[in-house]
């Protein structure tokens, strides 16, 4: 049985290491993925995985906040609304934790595409937006793009 198919694993603390597989294939790039509806992570991780990307995945802000410290993902996936914070409190704390260091790029998770939420993350430095509902081929572009890697 892998990891993934593990339900004893608890879903906030899954992560793909790449143990299982051969070392030509070792995911290259980690990413976070903060979200508070545990179906759409889920589809999200799995979607990044197949990317071949080393994934995290995170409910709540103060918990992914752990992980992006221990971590240092290259990409964070982020909700706006989360059950303890906003994520745009997450982001001024990664921010402030990464001065001098490379910041990963984000990529906000939201219902909400009005043009206020747009301006505020164009000010925060956010790399892209992805408007739920989400689909795995808008979330694989997405992502491509961000990190630089072959869409092929």
Not at 24 to 43: G, N, Q, Y
Not at 82 to 107: A, F, N, S
Request: with cysteine.
């Amino acid at each position: 049985m892998s990891e993934a198919d593990n339900p004893s694993i608890p879903f906030h603390k899954h992560k793909n290491n790449g143990a299982e597989q051969a070392s030509d294939t070792r995911p290259s790039h980690k990413v976070l993925i903060v979200e508070d509806t545990t179906e759409l992570a889920e589809v999200l991780r799995v979607t990044l995985e197949q990317m071949n990307l080393q994934v995290w995945c995170e409910t709540h802000g103060s918990r992914a906040l752990e992980v992006y410290h221990n971590e240092h993902p290259d990409l964070v996936l982020l909700d706006i609304a989360l059950p303890d914070t906003t994520g745009w409190k997450v982001l001024d704390t990664i921010k402030k934790q990464r001065r001098g260091e490379k910041k990963p790029l984000i990529v906000v998770i939201t219902a909400y595409g009005d043009p206020a939420n747009r301006l505020m993350g164009k000010l925060q430095g956010v790399h892209s937006y992805l408007i739920k509902p989400l689909n795995p081929q808008e979330v694989r572009k997405t992502v491509a793009e961000a990190l630089g890697l072959d869409k092929t």
